[in-house]
């Protein structure tokens, strides 16, 4: 075997800023043209800097990512990763519907383009009681929803999940009234926080995280942000969700989060952040009150919960 | 020598096995714990196993009888004691996992849930039920009460079991597949030991 000489190997270094510079190059003219392109594990270009961070360690992405609720792929935390292989995020689209003056069927490249993704790192709060801190990737769901104008009618907004047995096995067994619903009131929906969502830690949204597209309500419950979002409709009535059909005592329409008001079988009060071994004090709307509190002024949220 | 009446050194030699086989959950708790691999959310995860053995081991321990009616050997009874010592020992696992690592003694929280929560007032209900069915295990308390008392203490077992389940089906957010399948194990043990007990009364 001829030996390699050493003036024939590329040192390290200018290996990897090669590499760094193809993949930047690569990455940048993929974005430009279908941004949709991004596999996990590639950061995402041009992402705008966003007031909404927080001076909060970060949950590790093995954890933000291993550790899922996503009945559409078993009820097992480690089912999400494990299964959700099968979902099929290309093509996609999402029809936008219901009272609006103009209805649209958008698709995922468009709507990744629709407006700059920000990173907002958010604080998730799970109504089980555990919690995480996600750099989330996306732009608020006003941004979409305008496009649409919805009419005075629209005092609702209901999201629908993807609902297909072959690409989600856990929806051969009736855990939930499949597709899965959630709903939000049009002015929670229209709230900068509300945040549609493509991504988190710079790349795109994992499967198990609800990929291609999914919404995140960072003052309430966990299960309030819907994922893999195929239609959102805007309606006059509150629409039922799944968790309000299957337990009408123990998930209300609202599930803000609030430690003064327990689910019947466990207390809000505190909560366990991934990594961390002492619980600490849940926070009304999740710390959010600031911002959201005005929302339910005069509200009930004991009744209203 | 017949599976029917096996000698005392067979019997030990199965206990033996016995016994060591009930320390592998355990074994692989450990293990996964040591080498990181509880997951996201190791607390959790250590609560529902340990949680999930106690149960086991209970039911196994109540399916004593029922294979002593199948098979017709009535040595199953001598392995009775040591199994439902293993019943306790993870439902004390169990127990210790939520007053230090789940609440860190956190009294008011624990009186709290105790009180006001069912599922937990139930599973604690359980365990007091099997420290005192273990308390009473060794053979000088059986002389001490006396057979028909010790007995009848010990017929509270059923109670546990039932409430054992109930905690679990009560506790689960929405896939009941796991806790029903308890329950029908249960409902299966107690069916049989039923049908005996009309069986003899004609």
């Known amino acids: 075997m001829m030996p390699i000489k050493p003036s024939e190997i ?49 949950t590790p992405y093995k954890s933000v990512t291993e ?21 099929n995020i290309r093509p996609w689209t999402v029809a936008v519907e219901g009272e609006v003056r ?40 006003a941004e979409l929803l305008k496009r649409v104008e919805p009419t005075g009618n629209a005092k609702y907004v209901e999201f629908v999940s993807l609902h297909d047995t072959a690409q989600m096995p856990g929806q051969k067994y009736p855990v939930l009234d499949w597709p899965y619903r959630e709903g939000l009131r049009i002015d929670e929906a229209m709230h900068p926080l509300t945040l549609l969502t493509f991504g988190l830690y710079g790349e795109l949204l994992p499967k198990q995280n609800g990929a291609p597209i999914r919404v995140v309500v960072p003052w309430k419950y966990g299960f309030k942000s819907a994922k893999s979002i195929v239609k959102i409709r805007l309606v006059e009535k509150p629409p039922l969700t799944s968790w309000m059909k299957a337990g009408p005592s123990e998930y209300g329409f609202y599930a803000n989060v609030n430690p003064d008001v327990d689910h019947p079988r466990w207390s ?17 709307f999740n710390g959010y009150a600031e911002q959201v509190a005005g929302l339910y002024s005069g509200m009930d949220l004991r009744e209203n919960f | 020598m017949s599976w029917k009446n096996p000698s005392s050194k067979r019997i030990a030699a199965l206990k033996v096995t016995l016994f060591t086989a009930a320390l592998v959950p355990l074994a692989k708790l450990g293990h996964a ?22 149960l086991t081991f209970l039911l196994i321990t109540l399916s004593a009888t029922p294979l002593r009616l199948l098979t017709g050997w009535s ?51 359980v365990f007091l039920i099997l420290l005192a069915l273990a308390a009473t295990s060794t053979n000088a308390m059986v002389r001490r009460l006396g057979g028909k008392r010790w007995q009848a203490l010990h017929r509270w077992v059923y109670v546990a079991a039932c409430g054992g389940v109930a905690h679990f089906i009560w506790l689960v957010k929405k896939d009941l597949t796991r806790p029903l399948t308890f329950a029908a194990i249960l409902g299966l043990l107690l069916i049989v030991r039923l049908s005996r007990l009309l069986h003899s009364d004609k």
């Open chain 1, 10 to 58: 590329t040192p390290k270094a200018v290996f990897e800023a090669r590499r760094d510079f193809m993949r930047g190059a690569g990455g940048a003219l993929l974005a430009a043209l279908w941004p949709g392109w991004l596999s996990a594990g590639e950061k995402w270009p041009d992402v705008k800097a966003s007031a909404y961070k927080l001076d909060e360690e970060l």
């Open chain 1, 67 to 87: 550790y899922n609720n996503f009945y559409e792929f078993g009820t097992s935390k480690d089912d999400p990763a494990a299964r959700a292989a099968s979902l």
């Open chain 1, 102 to 141: 103009k209805p649209k069927v958008f698709d995922i490249a468009e709507l990744l383009k629709l407006a700059p993704q920000e990173e907002r790192i958010y604080r998730l709060r799970c109504v089980e009681a555990w919690s995480m801190v996600v750099p989330w990737l996306g732009y608020s769901l």
């Open chain 1, 268 to 284: 809000q009060a505190k909560e366990r952040r991934l990594g961390e071994f002492l619980k600490r004090k849940t926070l009304p």
């Open chain 2, 33 to 54: 714990a040591y080498t990181d691999s509880l997951g996201a959310n190791p607390i959790e995860k250590i609560t529902h196993l340990t949680g999930y053995w106690a």
């Open chain 2, 75 to 125: 040595w199953w009874l001598r392995l009775r004691r040591m199994l439902g010592l293993f019943a306790f020992f993870y439902a004390l696992l169990h127990v210790l996992t939520y007053l230090v690592l789940d609440q860190f003694f956190d009294w008011p929280a624990i009186a709290e849930d105790v009180f006001k929560r069912p599922y937990i007032t139930v599973g604690f209900s």
